[in-house]
């Protein structure tokens, strides 16, 4: 090998490592799918976010795979519900806390409401969420906070466009009840003025026959045409109730797969169908 070859492959090599070293980026760790969905709109191709819960699992049964937790040790920051309503999450906080990790609580600032934790499935909560993931990231990588502000800026405003399509939609409902397979809509319920009814309490294994009884004489009387199933959810009890009062399932998805804005949507459209809004 003459010198100008050995220069060359020298100078290979060099950008070679370069190029991985850039690669290397820091790992942020969240605990339920919907917040890495969210955390992944704001850090782009900056972090590498991890989700412990993986797309379609139910958050309510779930346990968590141990290559996931792996990654804790590794992580830089992870990303917490803050109200820590899933035992296998206050486990991880525990450890990502024994760990001296930096924690980021999505719900600061958000009012909880009681019997449902499902806070990010109001697109007001939504943007509480963006501003302190986006606040917290800033922190820990100080060199790109301003990509991380202008992400945040951009899906701030796309939610507040989809909060206008939700709020224009839902004001031409001639109904103004939703049947739900358990309840993650309360937060949409109250914003845009429903009212929800859950076939299964969150934490719930089965309905009582009392409660199905309940349920069934309220659809007649509101003559209610749709149930929404939701996905991760055993569908049995929906499609039970769906014969006895002649409905039909619709599909909704309290975000624990696909990306934020388009399942929003996606769950606006079932919601017109069922609540017959003529926009
Ligand atoms: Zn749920």
Redesign the pocket.
């Known amino acids: 090998m003459n010198l100008a070859k050995l220069l060359v492959l020298v100078i290979l090599l060099m950008s070679a490592c370069i190029g991985e070293e850039k690669e290397e980026k820091n790992v942020v760790v969240v605990t339920i799918y919907p917040l890495y969905e969210i955390t992944k709109e704001i850090a782009g191709d900056r972090l590498e976010v991890v989700s412990v819960m993986p797309p379609n699992a139910?958050?309510?049964t779930f346990e968590p795979d141990p290559k996931t937790l792996a990654y804790i040790e590794k992580a830089k920051a992870v990303v917490f519900t803050g109200t820590l309503s899933e035992t296998w999450e206050k486990r991880i906080y525990k450890r990502a806390k024994n760990l001296n990790k930096k924690i980021i609580n999505a719900s600061e600032g958000v009012k909880i409401i009681e019997g449902d934790?499902?806070f990010w499935i109001s697109i007001k909560n939504a943007i509480i969420i963006v501003e302190n993931i986006k606040n917290r990231l800033k922190e820990i990588d100080p060199e790109n906070a301003e990509y991380y502000e202008k992400n945040a800026e951009n899906f701030i405003k796309k939610l507040k466009e989809l909060d206008i399509e939700y709020k224009n939609a839902l004001n031409t409902c001639s109904k103004k009840i939703i049947i739900v397979t358990?309840p993650?809509y309360t937060y949409l319920a109250e914003e845009y003025g429903f009212e929800q009814i859950p076939i299964y309490e969150?934490h719930e294994v089965e309905p009582s026959p009392k409660r199905i009884k309940e349920i069934i004489e309220k659809a007649k009387k509101e003559k209610i045409k749709f149930i929404l199933y939701?996905k991760?959810f055993d569908k049995k009890i929906a499609e039970t109730l769906a014969r006895e009062i002649n409905a039909e399932l619709l599909e909704v998805n309290?975000i624990i797969s696909g990306n934020y804005i388009e399942t929003m949507k996606r769950n606006l459209e079932a919601f017109k169908v069922a609540m017959e809004c003529s926009q």
Do not use: L, T
């Open positions: 139910d958050m309510h934790p499902h358990h993650a969150v939701e991760g309290p």
